[in-house]
T-cell receptor, first 111, second 113 residues
């Protein structure tokens, strides 16, 4: 079983739609959680960290459910510029920095 | 602006060549990482380092080695390049605390012919 699993998509949505991505992780000792965004032929960039209390950044909302080992990302009012691959990322390393990446969910926002 | 710089954006090498991929960060980060990214396989960790002179194997270290002689520089070495090492190579760095995410370099697309 993969340590971090995501639906690969692609998700094709119209502008203005609300879209939700889900992710599950297998290691209950996971310490910290992130969503990264990767544009075509570019490097991944940190979109937001994910906290147990849930957190919001403009149109983006991230949620963490430790009991279910489940992470979500909600994008409201989708823009064309949101088209990218969204990577669910988990830190399971007690020493500090090593991150485990999901394979990513591809989003395509159409006019 | 903080940066992770990879020495080459595109590289073409011949089978059997020794290949050096260089990565430099200017953020005084303790941790540095090398990943490769392939379609359908996602990001896979090759090697990482939590300190100068220190290195740890990741999930796919075979055919690779690394060097970290200075805090800011982490080099990936392909001892004898093979065609199955054709890939996008991404370097990343982070602070020494698990609450922090990575900053990635812009990647090196390596083709081995």
């Amino acid at each position: 079983r993969k340590e971090v699993e995501q639906d690969p998509g692609p998700f094709n949505v119209p502008e203005g739609a609300t879209v939700a991505f889900n992710c599950t992780y297998s290691n209950s000792a996971s310490q910290s959680f992130f969503w990264y965004r990767q544009d075509c032929r570019k490097e991944p960039k940190l979109l937001m960290s994910v906290y147990s209390s849930g957190n919001e950044d403009g149109r983006f909302t991230a949620q963490l459910n430790r009991a279910s080992q489940y992470i979500s990302l909600l994008i409201r009012d989708s823009k064309l510029s949101d088209s990218a691959t969204y990577l669910c990322v988990v830190n399971i390393d007690n020493q500090g920095g090593k991150l485990i990446f999901g394979q990513g969910t591809e989003l395509s926002v159409k006019p | 602006d903080v940066k992770v710089t990879q020495s080459s954006r595109y590289l073409v090498k011949r089978t059997g060549e020794k290949v050096f991929l260089e990565c430099v960060q200017d953020m005084d980060h303790e941790n540095m990482f090398w990943y490769r990214q392939d379609p359908g396989l996602g990001l896979r960790l090759i090697y990482f380092s939590y300190d100068v002179k220190m290195k740890e194997k990741g999930d796919i270290p075979e055919g690779y080695s690394v060097s970290r002689e200075k805090k800011e520089r982490f080099s990936l070495i392909l001892e004898s390049a093979s065609t199955n090492q054709t890939s996008m190579y991404l370097c990343a760095s982070s602070l020494a605390y698990r609450g922090y995410g990575y900053t990635f370099g812009s990647g090196t697309r390596l083709t081995v012919v």
